[in-house]
């Protein structure tokens, strides 16, 4: 026994404790800190919650005092804007969008047009502008000297902690650059991520959703038509016993000469008490119209009736090389049989995190067998080596732009099947999307498609890209790519000649400044934090 050990051994243990109860009392303190913290963020998203109707309503004053003019310019990065071809045949229409840059979601109003042939933008700023808007659609049409409707769409805080959706209808006239809001009753509830295109001389929208980041969301699936000619609209009811596509947002829906044809879609279910679970649907319907039936011996109408017409609903199963299952992709029709799909992005979805894989490949789809083919430049060296012979048969055969030869069934890429496991992720380096197009050298994505020869450019991996056909030239601009914790929005622009089919030819590059990313970049330090206080509690 040594003298004094006894009364060493208790000052190592009161300091052991004391050194416990300041770690204890420091995790506390850090906690405390962190509680007032949220309280504060609590305080800051009501106060947000409170002005999001001033902060609207303070648009809309500010929007009837514009000085209409015109200046040039380049649109900032955005994606989920709307984005037309102009019925003169030289120009594009891009409104409105959203870009998070890891602080702020910001909303636009502006208006840009895009000459196709000078390579050109210009903002055109007017007066009675729709208040900024993203996830709304549009649509252009050709009588009146040119008609741009647009509809729906939704509005975020700065924050982020509130949204508000939509359900009005603008026109914007062509010719005199003047917009209009038509104050029609009957209008489909709020929303954003329907889908709407114009059809005869009738507006037809489908589905989409709402949250209001209180309850739970919701999606719909309802079909509305609006008659230009009459100004009115009318909703097409069908009986619990009729088959109609399941409720969704972000489908893509492309007219097909006397139907439209409706692809996909993303939705939300619930699989506990405030916990959702992302749905990718897979599906493929057309819908059809045909003259009113008479009402029954009761008075009854028939399903689906509105504007006069009878509208039906079939499902139809796709062929060819089928995509992989993602949602965010744009697909636009060529003409009435051929459209182009381009993108999107798979989710990988736990409880507590999501991965999105980014997609670049493109698709032709032929509507009216609604069969898919792989897009695919043309090598023009290898083309002029091919024999006569050989360029005869298959320019006999391949009536689809970048597409496999038809006639040819085996060598069609495998179909992925439905039940597929996730897709592999397509690298998507932060780096590579500020650099701009050359960047992107070929698809990125695992999905059916062949890529192309090295050294090709080829648009980067993105969902909620904006597309549209022009002139038999593919536009393709800005969109969102994720990586890590970073989510950058693009403002790079490609065309794309389908008649060739040989190049993607850029036209804008991303900027590296309006790109920037200003959010933080990983919390795993706070975790730390958190789980080594909680451990030395414990041990006491």
């Not at 000052?11 to 913290?37: F, I, M």
Request: net charge negative; hydrophobic share 35%; aromatic share 8%.
């Amino acid at each position: 026994h040594t003298p004094g050990s006894e009364s060493m051994g208790k000052r190592e243990n009161a300091t052991e404790r004391r050194q416990r109860r300041e770690k204890k009392a420091q995790v506390k303190k850090t906690k405390e800190a962190k509680a007032r913290k949220g309280e504060e963020a609590e305080r800051a998203r009501e106060k947000d919650e409170e002005d999001i109707d001033a902060i609207l309503k303070q648009l809309e004053l500010d929007a009837k005092k514009r000085n209409p003019h015109v200046e040039a310019g380049i649109p900032s990065p955005r994606s989920s804007a709307s984005f037309v071809a102009h019925p003169n045949g030289e120009e594009i229409i891009l409104f409105g969008g959203e870009h998070f840059n890891g602080r702020r979601t910001l909303l636009f109003d502006d208006l840009w047009i895009y000459n196709v042939r000078k390579r050109e933008w210009r903002l055109v700023v007017c007066e009675n502008t729709p208040p900024p808007r993203c996830a709304h659609q549009a649509c252009v049409v050709a009588r009146n000297g040119g008609e741009m409707w647009v509809f729906g769409g939704e509005f975020s805080s700065p924050s982020g902690n509130q949204f508000h959706h939509y359900n009005d209808l603008w026109l914007l006239r062509l010719d005199t650059m003047v917009w209009e809001k038509a104050d029609v009753k009957g209008a489909p509830s709020p929303r954003s991520g329907h889908r709407m295109c114009a059809w005869r001389r009738m507006l037809v929208v489908f589905g989409g959703f709402h949250d209001n980041a209180r309850k739970a969301p919701k999606y719909f699936n309802d079909l509305h038509v609006f008659d230009m000619d009459a100004m009115a609209w009318a909703r097409a009811e069908y009986p619990a016993i009729v088959i109609v596509p399941e409720v969704r947002s972000a489908s893509q829906l492309v007219p097909s000469g006397d139907s439209m044809l409706l692809f996909g879609g993303y939705s939300k279910t619930a699989v506990k008490a405030e916990i959702y679970r992302g749905k990718i649907h897979t599906d493929v319907w057309r819908l059809t119209a045909a003259p009113e039936p008479p009402p029954d011996k009761n008075g009854k109408k028939a399903p689906g009736c509105a504007a006069g017409l009878q509208w039906t609903w079939t499902r139809v199963k796709p062929s060819g090389v089928i995509p992989s299952d993602r949602c965010g992709c744009t697909t636009v029709a060529r003409n009435a049989s051929t459209a182009v799909m381009f993108g999107g992005v798979f989710d990988e979805e736990t409880d507590d995190a999501i991965k999105g894989h980014f997609y670049n490949e493109g698709f032709t789809i032929h509507l009216d067998a609604v069969k898919y083919f792989a897009l695919e430049l043309r090598q023009k060296a290898a083309r002029d080596a091919e024999p006569e012979r050989e360029r005869t048969r298959r320019s006999k055969h391949q009536t689809l732009p970048g597409a496999p030869d038809s006639s040819d069934e085996e060598d069609l890429p495998r179909a992925a099947a439905a039940a597929a496991p996730a897709p592999a992720p397509a690298p998507a380096p932060a780096a590579a999307a500020a650099a701009g197009p050359a960047a992107a050298a070929g698809p990125a994505s695992a999905g059916p498609g062949p890529a192309p020869a090295a050294g090709q450019v080829w648009p980067s991996p993105r969902m909620n890209a904006m597309m549209v056909v022009l002139g038999g030239t593919l536009y393709l601009y800005g969109g969102t790519v994720e990586h890590e914790d970073r989510q950058l929005t693009l403002s790079d622009m490609f065309s794309l000649d389908l008649g060739k089919c040989d190049r993607w030819v850029p036209l804008q590059d991303n900027d590296p400044q309006t790109a920037q990313w200003l959010g933080e970049e990983s919390s795993s330090s706070d975790d730390s934090d958190d789980d080594d206080g909680s451990g030395s509690e414990d041990s006491d």
